[in-house]
């Protein structure tokens, strides 16, 4: 199984930050990126980043990337993650909290992924919202975004925490909030790899 990390964003991109400027989404997502793919790797799996630039790079050259590996290697032995922190405003501290995942339309595998990281969720942040829409019996919102729509292999983005909220900015920049973020993706991908492989028995 390949498994590709995306980080939202580039240091070109307008704002996408907290509003006192501590938390800049594009680096932090490269950070918590780096690391992810670090632990992957270090445990044996492909992990690769399809972005290591610090700019932006535009969503059709990232789902290029990702599509290209899915041809080489089959859409069924890659899986994609993208990670991102929300934002309920324009630049001011808000109210809106809460961890998330987002997957395409319709049942799928990414639906499976987006559970396996909303488990490990539920675990490693205990007192933070976990942002669910259960209406067709999974956790993941369902929406259409372009990484997922025009990806071919089993995609999820997560948004991790909020950038304009005061409480979540603190705990993200925290030694402990760094690691519980690192620790969702880790574990929640490894957790659906094995469970993959469980299923093919």
Not at 81 to 102: D, E
Request: proline share 2%.
């Amino acid at each position: 199984m390949i498994i590709l990390i995306d980080n939202g964003h580039g240091s070109n991109t307008a704002g996408k930050r907290s509003p006192d400027g501590r938390l800049l989404e594009w680096k932090y997502t490269r950070e918590i990126a780096t690391e992810v793919t670090s632990r992957l790797l270090a445990k044996g799996y492909d992990a690769r980043r399809i972005v290591t630039e610090d700019r932006d790079i535009a969503l059709a050259e990232r789902c290029r990337r990702v599509n290209a590996v899915c041809l080489k290697e089959g859409p069924h032995n890659v899986v994609l993650v993208s990670i991102h922190v929300n934002a309920a405003g324009n630049g001011q501290w808000l109210n809106a909290r809460g961890w998330s995942a987002y997957t395409t339309r319709g049942n799928t595998t990414s639906d499976q992924l987006a559970k396996c990281l909303y488990a490990k969720a539920a675990i490693l942040l205990p007192g933070h919202r976990l942002r669910t829409d259960t209406s067709d019996g999974d956790p993941d919102i369902e929406a259409g975004f372009y990484i997922l729509r025009h990806t071919r292999c089993t995609a999820v983005l997560t948004e991790n925490l909020f950038q304009d909220n005061r409480l979540d900015v603190a705990f993200l920049l925290s030694e402990e909030g760094r690691e519980r973020i690192i620790q969702i993706h880790v574990e929640g991908i490894l957790q659906f790899i094995t469970n993959e492989k469980n299923s093919l028995g």
